[in-house]
């Protein structure tokens, strides 16, 4: 079964300071992974995906994630942190013998530090 | 712009009372999910739906229906609202697999008193 730990509930960072949001998965397959973005009072937005092409994905308002196989690993980063940045951000992995359903982490909230 | 409207932002409901939450994607997506969101657990999923009049159940199906009477509209429905089914309440729907990404609605909060 597939599954997705977000290591983190809550992560404090200063503006202009580098993101880290952490992430690790477990899978049977070769897994989809993405991570979505919920602002307040808002649904989730996609901000990127793996699909085993690059091992390093672009996403949206610079943020980026790594995949990493040997860690099982899918970190979401950025350089700076931006004040419109603070939101809650999911790690999410599709299941591999059913592409169409999805299992999402339990959610880390970013607060950025003024 | 790509859309998935739900059609309360936010419900107060007694219970007991028989609720309709309604979902309709402009997308001509197949697949359609409702979510429940709650804090610490993160979103997790009740029930899904490939096409219409199809359906199947989620992780929590429990104390919830749905109905897929056309292809753009995905209904969740609490046969007998309960206060534990107070939460956040998102809609979504994708094309084909999850490799395109899931659309999501702004969501609805229901209380329930």
């Known amino acids: 079964a597939q599954s997705v730990t977000q290591l983190d509930s809550h992560v404090s960072v200063s503006e202009g300071t580098p993101v880290l949001l952490r992430c690790n998965y477990s899978?049977?397959?070769?897994?989809?992974l993405f991570w979505y973005v919920q602002h307040p009072n808002k649904g989730l937005q996609l901000l990127l995906k793996?699909?085993?092409?690059?091992?390093l994905v672009k996403g949206i308002n610079g943020f980026e994630a790594e995949f990493k196989k040997s860690e099982t690993s899918f970190h979401l980063t950025k350089p700076s942190a931006h004040m419109s940045d603070a939101a809650e951000y999911f790690c999410?992995?599709?299941?591999?013998?059913?592409?169409?359903?999805?299992?999402f982490g339990k959610g880390t909230r970013l607060h950025i530090l003024p | 712009d790509v859309k998935v409207t739900q059609s309360s932002r936010y419900l107060v409901k007694r219970t007991g009372e028989k609720v309709f939450l309604e979902c309709v994607q402009d997308?001509?997506?197949?697949?359609m999910f409702w979510y429940r969101q709650d804090p610490g657990l993160g979103l997790r999923l009740i029930y899904f739906?490939?096409?219409?009049?199809?359906?199947e159940k989620g992780d929590i199906p429990e104390g919830y229906s749905v109905s897929r009477e056309k292809k753009e509209r995905f209904s969740l429905i609490l046969e007998s609202a309960s206060t534990n089914q107070t939460s956040m309440y998102l809609c979504?729907?994708?094309?084909?697999?999850?490799?395109?990404?899931?659309?999501f609605g702004s969501g609805t909060r229901l209380t329930v008193v």
């Open positions: 999410v992995v599709s299941e591999g013998d059913r592409d169409d359903k999805i299992i």
């Open positions: 899978s049977s397959y070769s897994p989809s």
């Open positions: 793996y699909t085993s092409a690059a091992t």
């Open positions: 997308m001509d997506h197949e697949n």
């Open positions: 739906s490939y096409d219409v009049k199809m359906k």
């Open positions: 979504a729907s994708c094309r084909g697999t999850a490799f395109y990404g899931y659309t």
